[in-house]
């Protein structure tokens, strides 16, 4: 049957690395015979131009019609003045939201090539290989009431609301992860001060009982910002919660070198997905042709891998990446140690992509 795409380049490099990423894509449709549709809608600031508002309901309404969403990055100083309701980061906030995807995976690992664009040492760094999952949908970000009060408006008050439903799916969601990975999960709370860190680890330590072979361990949040840079390899699977992963896979996203390599996915329970770089618009690039389509290009291995089924297929796009940069191949944003240097721009680094995975195909075909 076929399958729906939705495709929300957004702003800045959002396009450039999009479309990258949709020519990886059709490639590996054609080549696999897979009947898959793609449509394009505007999200950000481009939907702010065009339509008033950073998130149309339009585009809502197809991407409720979507098997996946693939999305670039929104943002950029033109629209940096505009009031909270109408900035671009908006559509993102409300895309996750009107699609109800309330755990966001990210990756950390080490790329051998790139490990020396770390600012930890080499042997902190090589055997890094974890993944964060961060509730989305809850906690501070979205409690209300969000509010200033007083008579000079002089006092403030954020609200940090859970219902264990909420904590129980995302966890559930890190456990399932954990089990198909090294069986380690690390839940990272500040249950020592906050009464829903208490309530989260009551939680946790509840699902965990439905996964006897998950060896669980909770983290102070302070804690595990201070192992990252200390003993980044000890982790397999974390799960935390909306702020604290927020802040986290940003310190994480620093440990393997580049934010032009990270991937991310933000999921639900049924199949249904959205993909998207961690990375922004970097508007101080956007249109030389110097953007990094990998992080991308990951996404949309991820977006084969859990909205469509399509293992195979996303674990050529993966190989096909880390060929790449074996080779020597990097954008300007990236600086390979393998001692044969070849700089690419977004097309090139695309069509390096696409020539390796027909490459790996052809040697599996030949191997049987
Ligand atoms: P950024 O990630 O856009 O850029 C940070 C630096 O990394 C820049 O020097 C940029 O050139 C570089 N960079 C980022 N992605 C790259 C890639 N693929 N290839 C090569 N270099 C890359 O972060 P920023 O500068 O803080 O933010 C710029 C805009 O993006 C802001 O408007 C911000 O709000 C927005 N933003 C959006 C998202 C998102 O859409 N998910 C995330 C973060 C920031």
Redo the contacts with the bound molecule.
């Keep these: 049957m076929s399958k729906t795409i939705t495709v929300l380049p957004?702003d800045?490099?959002g396009p450039e690395?999009t479309s990258a990423a949709i020519r990886v894509l059709k490639h590996l449709f054609e080549r696999f015979n897979h009947d898959v549709r793609f449509v394009e809608k505007r999200i950000g600031g481009a939907a702010i131009d065009a339509d008033g508002t950073p998130l149309p309901q339009d585009t809502i309404d197809q991407c409720r019609l979507s098997d996946a969403i693939l999305l670039g990055?929104?943002?950029?100083p033109k629209w940096d003045r505009q009031s909270m309701e109408v900035r671009?980061?908006q559509g993102?906030l409300g895309i996750r939201k009107a699609m109800g995807l309330f755990a966001n995976l990210r990756p950390v690992q080490a790329f051998a090539p790139l490990i020396d664009a770390s600012p930890l040492k080499r042997a902190y760094v090589e055997k890094v290989d974890f993944i964060i999952v961060r509730e989305l949908t809850g906690g501070l970000y979205f409690g209300k009431p969000s509010e200033r009060r007083g008579e000079r408006r002089e006092q403030v008050v954020d609200t940090l609301a859970y219902s264990e439903s909420e904590i129980e799916r995302v966890v559930e969601k890190a456990f399932r992860l954990a089990e198909k990975r090294r069986k380690k999960l690390t839940s990272v709370d500040k249950a020592n001060v906050l009464e829903s860190s208490r309530m989260w680890r009551e939680v946790v330590n509840r699902v965990a009982k439905r996964h006897p072979d998950v060896a669980v361990s909770h983290m102070l949040v302070d804690s595990t910002a201070m192992q990252f840079i200390i003993n980044p390899s000890q982790f397999d699977v974390i799960v935390t919660e909306n702020m604290f992963g927020d802040i986290l896979s940003d310190e994480a996203s620093v440990i393997t070198g580049s934010?032009?390599m990270l991937p991310s996915a933000s999921l639900r329970t049924d199949k249904v997905g959205l993909y998207?770089?961690v990375?922004?618009?970097?508007?101080?690039?956007a249109g030389q042709g110097?953007?990094?389509p990998l992080?991308t290009i990951l996404s949309a291995a991820f977006l084969l891998r859990y909205s469509l089924d399509m293992d195979q297929e996303a674990a050529l796009i993966e190989a096909a990446v880390q060929e790449v940069l074996e080779r020597g191949y990097h954008?300007p944003?990236l600086k390979v140690d393998t001692g044969d240097s070849k700089p690419v721009d977004t097309a090139g680094m695309t069509d390096q992509v696409i020539a390796i995975i027909d490459e790996k195909r052809r040697s599996m075909a030949e191997k049987g």
Aim: glycine residues 22%.
């Design positions: 957004g800045g490099i690395v990055a929104v943002g950029g671009p980061e993102l934010l032009g998207e770089p990375h922004g618009s970097a508007p101080d690039i110097k953007a990094n992080a954008t944003d």
